[in-house]
């Protein structure tokens, strides 16, 4: 079982920068593809970025890349999202998910996301 909990989320104007935090519990959290998603109002969870399990792969969407840097401590069980030049178009609850990791790609889940965190809102005033 793996608990996730985020922070860093709040409200910023348009070309601002957040760095959100998603810390984990258990002890095997290095063994975990970590992810990020994000769901505005009325719209689907769309995925953000996702790091392998050493973080030696990302993934990026179109909509964050350039913009986004993601990295994780595995000494720490912490995954951080780093999101710069922020568009109001950015302004979601933001969750942090871990998947199993069947391999060295930030793609390779073994399964779906199982952990979800409880989200962390992000706003952006344009």
């Known amino acids: 079982q793996v608990q996730l909990v985020e922070s860093g989320g709040g409200l910023v104007q348009a070309g601002g920068s957040l760095r959100l935090s998603c810390a984990a519990s258990g002890r095997t959290f290095s063994s975990y593809i970590m992810g990020w998603f994000r769901q505005a109002p009325g719209q689907e969870r769309e995925f953000v970025s996702s790091i392998s399990w050493n973080g030696g792969s990302t993934y990026y969407a179109d909509s964050v890349k350039g913009r986004s840097t993601i990295s994780r401590d595995n000494a720490k069980n912490t995954v951080y999202l780093q999101m710069n030049s922020l568009k109001p178009e950015d302004t979601a609850v933001y969750y942090c998910?871990?998947?199993?990791?069947?391999?060295?790609?930030?793609?390779?889940?073994?399964?779906?996301?199982?952990?979800w965190g409880q989200g962390t809102q992000v706003t952006v005033s344009s």
């Open positions: 998910a871990a998947c199993r990791a069947g391999g060295p790609s930030a793609g390779d889940c073994r399964g779906s996301y199982e952990y």
